[in-house]
């Protein structure tokens, strides 16, 4: 897990290292033989370090707060908010048996139903994907690398909307590892994961089109856990989901529950991709209150 206390402590040592290289090196050496161009690079690179040591030192801060503030209020700033609310999780690639229970355990405490899960073989099986195309007038028009985009887009929308799914019901065998859930109902939300490697052509052609077709009235939150290597992020941000980089902690949980009720959208965490630890929280107005 990724630990600002040690990334603080190593800015920290490295600064002070250089510091007292500096100041030896001056303590030997004759000033008006001294090199100044390397004496400003030095000088640049302790700004710089004091300006990384501030912000580390600044998050270190906010972080330490954050947990302090989940421990203690958790269940009361999370149960109910996703009350009677109903999530569709998609994985890209396998189930993570690390992070799928952090999911599960996010939406449970915030009151919400899992409605269906879906995690898809990637790379894509192309040549079988293209056969069971083929095998049905219906789904033609689908063929083709160059149509990828537009199939992975008619997923996403179906995989929101359910209902009626002509797409996955025929390409399920070819295109999902595991699932759980029917198509029945309309999804409130969706919780996106990368547990494979990042994918090229034309898998993510495919991919970028799902992304695209997901998108709607429903809020979409990429999520990872705190050591997530190489991280989606960037990922996520492009296609302009919502992000939690850390949920496989109290905050994590709290920040993707309170995206999913639809706070705005944004990038929370405790990695330096992130804007914040936590959104702004707002409190839980109870079933059938007014205002």
């Known amino acids: 897990m990724f630990d600002l206390r040690y990334h603080v402590a190593s800015l920290a040592a490295v600064f002070l290292a250089l510091v007292v290289g500096i100041l030896v090196g001056a303590a ?19 700004l710089r370090l004091e300006d990384d040591l501030r912000t580390a030192s600044t998050r270190l801060r906010e972080q ?4 302090a503030f989940v421990e203690a209020a958790y269940p009361v700033v999370i149960a109910g908010r996703l009350a009677d609310k109903k999530i569709a999780v998609v994985f890209i690639g396998s189930v993570d048996e690390e992070l799928a229970p952090a999911v599960r355990d996010a939406l449970a405490d ?6 269906r899960l879906r995690a898809l073989t990637v790379p894509l099986r192309s040549e079988a994907l293209e056969a069971t195309l083929a095998s049905r007038r219906t789904l033609e028009r689908y063929r083709g690398e160059e149509r990828l985009s537009e199939l992975g887009r008619e997923l996403g929308n179906e995989l929101v909307q359910g209902g009626e799914t002509p797409l996955w019901d025929v390409l399920a065998g070819d295109l999902v590892e595991e699932q759980s859930g029917g198509a ?19 898998t993510a052609l495919f991919l970028g089109g799902l992304y695209a077709g997901l998108q709607g009235s429903v809020p979409i939150v990429g999520v990872e856990g705190s050591s997530t290597k190489p991280s989606a992020i960037g990922v996520f941000k492009r296609a302009g989901f919502s992000s939690v980089d850390s949920i496989d902690t109290a905050p994590g949980k709290v920040a993707l529950a309170v995206l999913l009720e639809g706070a705005r959208r944004g990038h929370y965490g405790m990695k330096e991709s992130a804007s914040r630890v936590l959104p702004r929280i707002d409190p839980v107005v109870p079933a059938g209150t007014d205002g």
């Open 64 to 67: 330490r707060a954050a947990d």
């Open 110 to 115: 915030a009151g919400a139903e899992l409605l």
């Open 28 to 46: 030997i050496s004759n000033p008006e033989l001294a090199d100044q161009a390397e004496m400003v690079r030095q000088r640049d690179q302790i």
């Open 184 to 202: 029945k109902g309309q999804a409130d939300g969706v919780v996106v994961v990368r547990s494979a490697k990042p994918q090229r052509e034309p």
